[in-house]
Each structure stands twice: as C-alpha cells, then as structure tokens.
C-alpha cells in the first residue's frame, strides 16, 4: 500500500530535521568543484553525493531527506549501491528536483518563469519507480526597478501549482518552492520591500494551488525568509528578520500546511541557522519549520574535502557539526555559545 502523501510530508519535517538539497545542477556543482581545484566529472560528483549520504550520525539523527538532480538519482555508489538506497538506509527520503530552470519570461527583461511541465507526468512515475517520494521546484522572483511584474508572479505561481498538483497525482510530495531573491543584479532594496513582496508571492502562489485542487496537507513550503538584498544599504538585525518572516508567514501560509523548509539564499551557514533558530523561538506556529540548506549545509564540509579520499572523514565531520547546528535551530535552541563549543 502506498505511503500516504500527508505521511511522508510529516517525515519530511520531523522534529529536529531537516532537508539536505543535494540537487545542484551540474553547471553550479562544477563551479563549486572548480573553487576547491576539483574536476567536475561523473564520478567526482558521484564519490562528493556518496561521501555526504555516508555520514551515517548526520543522515540517521538530522536529516529527514535529501533533493537530488537527475543525474544523482540514478547513480550508484562505488561499491554498487544505488545512492536512493544509501539514503533510505539513513531513515532519511529521497527527493528529486524536477524543474527544467529558469527562462526569459517573453515580453518581461530581467524577469524569468521556471520551465519543465512538458513531460513532468511521465518523468514524476519514472521517479517514483526509481524511489523519489517528494519533488521540488523553484520560482524565481526578482526585485528590481518596475520588478517583479503580475506577470511574473502570476505565472511563476501558475506553474508551481500545476506542477505540485502533477506531484500529488503520482503520490509524490511536492516542495514548493517560490525565492524572493536577495541577491541579483539590482538588489539593494531594504527588508519591508523583501516582506511587501514576499506576501504578494505567497498570497498568489496559494490562490494558485487552491484553484489547482492541490491537498495543502500533503505539501511542505520552501520559501525564502524577509532579508534586506545583499546590496542593501539598510542592515536588519537577526531579530528583525525573524519577526518579520513569521510575520509574513502568518498572513499568508494556511495552517493545514504541515510544514515549511527554508532556503538559505545567499546567507552565510552561521545567519541561515542563527535566523531559523529566531524563528522558531517565536513559536508556537501552526506548522513545523525547517531548513533545506544546500550551500548552507554543505559549503564547510566540500571545502574540507576537496576530493580527497583522506580528506573523507574531517569532511563528515564538517557536515555533522552543520546539520547539528540547524537540528537545534529547528527546535529554537541554537545559541552562538553552542556553534562555537561544538565547533
């Protein structure tokens, strides 16, 4: 008998875990390895994705599950073991990213929608076969001079429901996952702009699934939190930025949703679980929040590594002390005095 979708979206954000986004395309991985002096090759990237999931106390004790690319989902570890089954020996699930990217949306400069719903029927039930019980997709909002536009929004929105309802008929969970950026190329607003149109964002996206039918029971939100653009001249405190982002969160997320995964976006690993900390001390909520870092989660513990296999055990390490960090952030007891007795 199938797993239930309201089930496995409640494993998704069990207490104390969250999700590891190992979905790098292979474009941005190779990026990463190039700043570590790393050839971005089929095994290199293989034998990095194998050495996370092999962290046996951070995989078993923090992390809930995993995003994968399309290459990652099919590959196997060096001993054979597809990776999908090196993650479900953790406890942890395995997730796909299923969007195609972000692409010029026509008749709008600077402003993209994300692509991927041609064949995203059929792609979803091969995944499913493969083992993925959750997808992920990402909107892409940008704030600029006269942007974002309704358009933008409106379509990014559109997209993000038929997709989730996409998921939902393959009894897979979908992440939705609408990023107000921080960073691009004119991000110097300050954080009550982040917050007017972040709410707009929010309030359409769910407008959209409503109207698409999708069960909010069986989703998680990954959104972004309100943070002033990284060119911003108007600082926030940490405290600002939690307020605000449970603020907004309140307006707009209907409680039925189970739970809400944070992207990191551009924030350093100390912000992203400083903040994720913040915001669970405001509780109670009326949904379980999370992490589902990447960079975030993964920087220290790739720079240590550096595809080298003695370099193997100090870079679990380096994962460990990360994904512990965000464990207790997730429950609100994170303080500086902790990131810096467990370092």
Known sequence: ????????????????????????STGTIGKRFKA?????????????????????????????????YDETIRQKAADGTPLVKLIEAAGAVPGIKVDTGAKPLALRPGETVTE????????LAEYYEIGARFAKWRAVIDIGPGRPSHDCINANAHALARYAALCQ??????????????????????????????????????QELYYAGVSLEGMVLKPNMVVPGSKSQK?????????????????????????????????????ATQHLSLINQLGPLPWAVTFSYGRALQAAALETWAGKPENVAAAER?????AHMNSL??????????????A
């Open 1 to 24: 008998m199938a797993e239930r979708l309201e089930d496995i979206a409640a494993r998704m954000v069990a207490k104390g875990k969250g999700l590891l986004a190992a979905d790098e």
């Open 235 to 271: 600082a926030a405190s940490p405290e600002e930025v939690a307020e605000k982002t449970v603020r907004v969160l309140k307006n707009c997320v209907p409680s039925a949703v189970p739970g809400i995964a944070f992207l990191s976006g551009g924030q350093s690993e100390v912000a």
């Open 318 to 322: 380096a994962l460990l002390h990360r």
């Open 116 to 123: 991927g719903l041609d064949g995203l029927r059929e792609r």
């Open 36 to 68: 570590i002096g790393l050839e971005s090759t089929a095994d290199s990237r293989r034998d990095y994705r194998e050495m996370l999931f092999r962290t046996d106390e951070a995989m078993r004790n923090y992390v809930s599950g995993v995003i994968l």
């Open 169 to 206: 008929e393959a009894g897979i969970v979908p992440i939705v996952e609408p990023e107000v950026m921080m960073d691009g190329p004119d991000a110097d607003h300050d954080i009550d702009t982040c917050y007017k149109i972040t709410e707009w964002t929010l309030k359409t996206v769910f």
């Open 329 to 342: 952030a997730a429950t609100g007891a994170w303080t500086t005095d902790l990131e810096k007795k467990a």
